[in-house]
């Protein structure tokens, strides 16, 4: 079968990249691409033509098998396509079955990459994520330039600089790729969700978890946060409102999809911002959690705050939204086609199928049914009846103990008797060394380095003790076994500790 890629401009990204059309065509796919599709994301047709994609004009793509967009079709493009065709892109069917109806009555089957449920096997074609991570990282590239300061704390021969406050509302992806840039740029951060458990993620992060209120809003069957109660809400905004007075710079990630945006901000927290501060709305294309946003545009209030409204912040970034979305488009296909052999094998008895797909064969299958991605806690079991106490041992026999002791004593005379004295000796430096190995290198936390490093290293130890007291012998080859050893298991504990360290690393701020 063929897959094409058209041309999508104005918008920047693509649904393929020279690296994606590798992958398709290894699945069996024929790969047709636009000329000049992947222009605005630095990608170049000559790029594709290597790849092995075939390079072409806009009527042979749209006559491929399988149509692959990043956004809707336009009624001009509905017109080229015919039935039995397939359809892939964000087709937003929560805000409106208009286009679906639309595509159905060209007789096309019709997945919408916006309802990639999220359960785990279906995180790798999750655009939904993919996208929002990006707008999460270009938000606050967005905020610093319009901050127009620092975000890192400095000290200067010209006076100390304070770091930049960064309140962050909603922690999902977006708000958690926030977190991490801000981070990252040095902005003392703060963030807040309906969901308490998301705590460990951010503070993880660097940043500080400001728990609204004691109720848990929980998940919701689909994966996304829960409509708040007006008691959530209340407290919400008395939070909100505090911040709001503090901080320097507010992303806003809260939105619902198929519904408006939560207004969070009002206009009477903007205006208690200091003069220079942003916001960053991310849900603008909802119509913004903040009163004042307007899709699609920046401007500065009358109180010196700039409200970005930007709602193609991923586009933003076009050569990795594209690479991003491209990798998620050859995950569904993979999914379609298990026999990689460039046929499309579509079950609707398949949970992902049957949520991407929202028109079959010009059956319009919108919307599938519920799906629960995170189960309600098991009910409570009933308190287990004890169980009768064991009977209490009887407590070991002194005179074993002593038969023991006796019998290792009267062993090690008759070992004295029968070996030679170096070799009792180096017995006896082996008890010593284990003793150390065991006492020293053993007694290390263990959560700083791996168990089987502590293992390799305590062995490591006791081989370097033992090999110590071997380099005086009289014999040569025992000198030189010595050596080796000791430098060996040297080598083996340097390197443990040279890994660990890097392990510890990568948990550290920079």
């Given at each position: 079968?063929?897959?094409?890629?058209?041309?999508?401009?104005?918008?920047?990204?693509?649904?393929?990249?020279?690296?994606?059309?590798?992958?398709?065509?290894?699945?069996?796919?024929?790969?047709?691409?636009?000329?000049?599709?992947?222009?605005?994301?630095?990608?170049?047709?000559?790029?594709?033509?290597?790849?092995?994609?075939?390079?072409?004009?806009?009527?042979?793509?749209?006559?491929?098998?399988?149509?692959?967009?990043?956004?809707?079709?336009?009624?001009?493009?509905?017109?080229?396509?015919?039935?039995?065709?397939m359809v892939v892109g964000f087709l937003h069917p929560r805000t409106g079955t208009d286009l679906i109806e639309a595509l159905a009555a060209r007789g096309v089957t019709a997945l919408s990459m916006d309802m990639v449920p999220r359960i785990s096997r279906a995180q790798s074609l999750d655009a939904l994520s993919s996208m929002a991570n990006i707008a999460g990282y270009r938000a606050v590239i967005e905020a610093g330039h319009a901050f127009g300061r620092f975000f890192t704390g400095q000290v200067t021969a010209a006076g100390k600089v304070p770091p930049a406050k960064l309140f962050v509302i909603g922690t999902g992806v977006a708000g958690l790729a926030a977190i991490g840039t801000a981070v990252g740029l040095g902005a003392q951060v703060t963030a807040t969700d309906v969901r308490p458990e998301t705590a460990e993620q951010v503070e993880s992060m660097g940043a500080s978890f400001v728990k609204v209120a004691d109720v848990d809003q929980g998940p919701s069957s689909d994966g996304y946060a829960r409509d708040t109660g007006a008691d959530y809400a209340a407290k919400a905004a008395e939070l909100y409102a505090r911040q709001a007075a503090e901080v320097d710079i507010i992303v806003t990630t809260a939105a619902i999809p198929g519904r408006p945006s939560p207004k969070l901000i009002t206009a009477d927290m903007v205006a208690s911002m200091k003069p220079g501060s942003v916001i960053v709305d991310l849900a603008a294309s909802g119509g913004g959690n903040c009163e004042l946003t307007r899709p699609g545009e920046t401007y500065t209030t009358d109180g010196g705050v700039t409200i970005v409204g930007y709602t193609d912040l991923a586009s933003r970034l076009p050569g990795q939204a594209s690479q991003l979305y491209g990798t998620n488009i050859v995950n569904l296909m993979k999914l379609l086609t298990p026999g990689k052999d460039g046929e499309v094998a579509l079950d609707l008895e398949d949970v992902v199928h049957r949520q991407m797909t929202v028109v079959h064969d010009g059956e319009v299958t919108f919307p599938p049914p519920p799906i629960e991605v995170s189960k309600?806690?098991?009910?409570?079991?009933?308190?287990?009846?004890?169980?009768?106490?064991?009977?209490?041992?009887?407590?070991?026999?002194?005179?074993?103990?002593?038969?023991?002791?006796?019998?290792?004593?009267?062993?090690?005379?008759?070992?004295?008797?029968?070996?030679?004295?170096?070799?009792?000796?180096?017995?006896?430096?082996?008890?010593?060394?284990?003793?150390?190995?065991?006492?020293?290198?053993?007694?290390?936390?263990?959560a700083l380095y791996t168990p089987l490093m502590s293992v390799s290293n305590a062995v490591s130890g006791?081989?370097?003790?033992?090999?110590?007291?071997?380099?005086?012998?009289?014999?040569?080859?025992?000198?030189?076994?010595?050596?080796?050893?000791?430098?060996?298991?040297?080598?083996?504990?340097?390197?443990?500790?040279?890994v660990t360290n890097r392990m510890l690393a990568m948990f550290k701020r920079s």
């Open positions: 079968m063929r897959i094409g890629f058209p041309d999508e401009a104005p918008e920047t990204r693509v649904a393929a990249t020279p690296a994606t059309v590798a992958a398709l065509t290894k699945l069996g796919y024929d790969v047709l691409v636009e000329a000049g599709a992947g222009a605005r994301s630095a990608m170049p047709d000559a790029a594709y033509a290597e790849a092995g994609a075939t390079v072409t004009g806009t009527d042979e793509v749209w006559a491929a098998d399988i149509i692959a967009m990043v956004g809707e079709p336009d009624e001009a493009e509905r017109s080229r396509l015919r039935p039995g065709q309600a806690p098991a009910a409570a079991s009933p308190a287990p009846v004890p169980a009768p106490a064991p009977e209490t041992a009887a407590p070991p026999d002194q005179w074993s103990r002593f038969r023991q002791v006796a019998m290792l004593v009267a062993a090690w005379l008759v070992l004295s008797l029968v070996l030679p004295g170096g070799f009792l000796t180096s017995i006896l430096v082996f008890g010593l060394a284990c003793v150390v190995g065991y006492y020293i290198i053993w007694g290390v936390e263990p006791i081989t370097i003790v033992g090999a110590i007291t071997q380099l005086t012998s009289p014999v040569l080859a025992v000198q030189i076994i010595a050596f080796v050893a000791i430098l060996l298991a040297g080598t083996n504990c340097v390197g443990g500790f040279a």
